[in-house]
């Protein structure tokens, strides 16, 4: 069975086209391809570029949905790689039914968390083998606005909070990552808006200081994005934040000038989620949610025993009142 999943994944990368290694880039592909050719993608150089993960039609929605909340603050935040000039809006998936259900359950993201963050494990009771599964949590949904004058981020790793250690590695193997992020442009992101800046092939280096040459560039791509495409990297993926070098106030007459993007990272079953979902999410907004995203925040017990409540799985709450 070995053998024919490997045939079958030099089949479908070699009818892809194999770029030049020398020059780093980020491969973008179709929705349409095979899952094998996505999970590929993402082993090699630890992110993808869907061309068409959405539409402008449903871009147009989140934004209509999310625009209020961020013109209500006045000031960007200060915290982690964020550097006191973005304006976000946090327990995003309550402000954004589009960003829940569209974007956060799409079935493509959705099959490449189970891929990368399912946990199957077998274990013993006394000669009885039992195995159970783990799937993914809902770690953050989050928007950041980011308006000109905003600098480049430092390069790091999301999975930072998770204190994750990596072991550098000539090739990828399942079960190396804990997070797997998602992001949806809100608008066109170009290198003059601040494009994130990706280093393809980063998630299989180590822990030791990163080398990015002299001008902090070296194995730097900037990820571009029309409306409609995303961006899905594993969370050992080296990234930040480009410069927005425009001066504030030089946008055209009727025009946004801040730079919008949608981030969704999903987490190992087993690990402590960024956004407290229980407490960011009340029962009552949950209740109207798919069952996708209920299982996501952690509404479904992670087998064999973990998140329950009156040794139960938790979702009975959900069907009380």
């Known amino acids: ?17 194999q770029l030049d290694r020398s020059s780093p880039s980020v491969k ?16 090699q150089d630890g992110c993808v570029i869907i061309k068409d993960f959405t539409d402008q039609a449903t871009v147009d929605k989140a934004n209509d949905e999310v625009r ?34 569209q974007w956060y359950a799409d079935t493509l993201y959705q099959d490449l968390c189970e891929h990368f963050l ?22 953050i949904a989050i928007s950041f606005d980011i308006p000109p004058g905003t600098e480049a981020q430092g390069l790091h790793r999301d999975d930072k909070n998770h204190h994750a250690r990596h072991q550098p590695a000539d090739e990828y193997t399942k079960g190396r990552d804990v997070l797997l992020g998602l992001f949806v442009p809100g608008i066109d992101t170009t290198v003059a808006n ?15 200081q990163p080398d990015f040459g002299c001008d902090g560039d070296k194995g730097v791509v900037d990820v571009e994005l029309q409306v409609g495409e995303a961006l899905i990297f594993l969370g050992s993926l080296y990234h930040g934040g480009g410069a927005y ?23 190992t079953g087993v690990s402590r989620q960024e956004e407290i979902s229980f407490l960011s999410y009340p029962v009552e907004e949950v209740r109207t949610y798919s069952p ?30």
């Open 245 to 267: 070098k425009k001066p504030l106030g030089t946008a055209k007459e009727g025009t946004r000038e801040s730079r919008t993007v949608y981030a969704m990272f999903s987490c």
């Open 28 to 43: 973008r592909l179709s929705r349409s391809v095979s899952r094998l050719a996505l999970i590929e993608a993402l082993e």
């Open 194 to 208: 601040g494009a994130t800046r990706v280093v393809p092939g980063s998630h299989l280096w180590g822990d030791d």
């Open 292 to 321: 996708l995203v209920q299982d996501r925040l952690g509404w479904k017990q992670s087998e064999p025993n973990l998140g329950w409540v009156d040794l139960k799985s938790p979702e009975f709450l959900l069907k009380s009142g």
């Open 1 to 17: 069975m070995a053998y024919f999943l490997q045939q079958a994944r030099r089949v479908a990368w070699s009818s892809l086209g």
């Open 68 to 101: 209020p909340w961020l013109d209500q603050q006045d000031a960007g935040v200060t915290v982690g790689a964020l550097q006191g000039k973005t304006r976000t809006v946090t327990r995003l998936i309550a402000k954004s039914a589009t960003v829940r259900e």
């Open 118 to 139: 399912n946990l199957e494990t077998t274990h013993w009771y006394g000669a009885r083998p039992v195995t159970t599964t783990s799937h993914p949590l809902l770690s």
